[in-house]
């Protein structure tokens, strides 16, 4: 992978939005791998900045969310197809129907992963995907055990990830215990994959998943199997890299 330490999360946010408006430029209807969680809005808000700024078409850009929790009431506010119409999808002026969220539903869960797994291989796959990192090193939500060729399904969510996850919501006890995720094997089909993590609570993840034994008790680790892959991180998270 090639590394790129940034000062602070904004540099990495106009390094990145810079990639992704030249991957625009290019082809108007890219096909973008959305992260959800606090690591990549900085690359968000500095894209919403330089679209409006160059005036760029983006009406055609499709997307991908990576995942999506199970059994959440629709419109919740805290459900990734929510986070990402507000955080991505407006500031943006992405257009709705063209991004998709894996669908949580549970009346609908028994064929939502085949049926997400499609649309991405319709799409003609992800350009790229941008991608976060849990503690735990998870990427997407597949937690230490998942497969290198795991597709979208559904799985349970660590403790440590819930409770991660539980300033997001009222209570710890209201994030849920399932949820809907690319899978590795997913993950690794895109193109170019650009991980991001900042502070020291991501190093031992980072250090793992940079250059530890690809394993799957790291997740992350899974970056070492693709050829192109940009891992823009902060001193912090760069603390643990030898
Ligand atoms: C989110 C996702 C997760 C997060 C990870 C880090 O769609 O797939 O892997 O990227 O949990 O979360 P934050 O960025 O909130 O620290």
Same mark, same amino acid.
């Given at each position: $992978?090639?590394?790129?330490?940034?000062? !602070? @999360?904004? +540099?990495?946010?106009?390094?990145? #939005? %810079?990639?992704?408006?030249?991957? =625009?430029?290019?082809?108007?209807?890219?096909?973008?791998?959305?992260?959800?969680?606090?690591?990549?809005?900085?690359?968000?808000?500095?894209?919403?900045?330089?679209?409006?700024?160059?005036?760029?078409?983006?009406?055609?850009?499709?997307?991908?969310?990576?995942?999506?929790?199970?059994?959440?009431?629709?419109?919740?506010?805290?459900?990734?197809?929510?986070?990402?119409?507000?955080?991505?999808?407006?500031?943006?002026?992405?257009?709705?129907?063209?991004?998709?969220?894996?669908?949580?539903?549970? $009346?609908?869960?028994?064929?939502?992963? !085949? @049926?997400? +797994?499609?649309?991405?291989?319709? #799409? %003609?796959?992800?350009?790229?995907? =941008?991608?976060?990192?849990?503690?735990?090193?998870?990427?997407?939500?597949?937690?230490?055990?998942?497969?290198?060729?795991?597709?979208?399904?559904?799985?349970?969510?660590?403790?440590?990830?819930?409770?991660?996850?539980?300033?997001?919501?009222?209570?710890?006890?209201?994030?849920?215990?399932?949820?809907?995720?690319?899978?590795?094997?997913?993950?690794?089909?895109?193109?170019?994959?650009?991980?991001?993590?900042?502070?020291?609570?991501?190093?031992?993840?980072?250090?793992?998943?940079?250059?530890?034994?690809?394993?799957?008790?790291?997740?992350?680790?899974?970056?070492?199997?693709?050829?192109?892959?940009?891992?823009?991180?902060?001193?912090?998270?760069?603390?643990?890299?030898?």
């Amino acid at each position: $992978a090639e590394v790129v330490i940034v000062q !602070d @999360e904004s +540099e990495a946010g106009d390094l990145i #939005a %810079g990639s992704i408006l030249s991957l =625009i430029e290019g082809r108007p209807d890219a096909v973008l791998g959305l992260a959800t969680g606090s690591t990549p809005l900085p690359v968000y808000r500095a894209l919403a900045r330089r679209v409006a700024q160059e005036q760029l078409d983006v009406s055609r850009v499709r997307g991908f969310a990576l995942d999506e929790y199970v059994g959440l009431p629709a419109g919740h506010p805290e459900s990734y197809r929510s986070v990402i119409m507000r955080e991505v999808v407006e500031p943006l002026g992405l257009t709705p129907s063209r991004i998709h969220v894996p669908n949580g539903d549970l $009346a609908t869960i028994q064929t939502a992963s !085949d @049926e997400y +797994e499609d649309a991405i291989i319709a #799409a %003609g796959g992800v350009d790229l995907q =941008i991608l976060g990192i849990g503690r735990s090193g998870h990427i997407g939500f597949n937690e230490p055990g998942s497969s290198f060729a795991s597709l979208t399904r559904v799985k349970t969510l660590t403790e440590s990830t819930r409770a991660d996850n539980a300033r997001f919501f009222d209570s710890p006890d209201d994030v849920p215990m399932h949820c809907i995720t690319q899978g590795l094997g997913t993950i690794l089909r895109a193109r170019h994959l650009v991980l991001l993590a900042f502070g020291s609570a991501k190093a031992h993840a980072v250090a793992a998943a940079v250059e530890g034994p690809v394993t799957a008790s790291q997740p992350g680790s899974a970056i070492q199997l693709h050829p192109h892959v940009t891992v823009v991180i902060d001193e912090a998270a760069a603390s643990e890299l030898t």
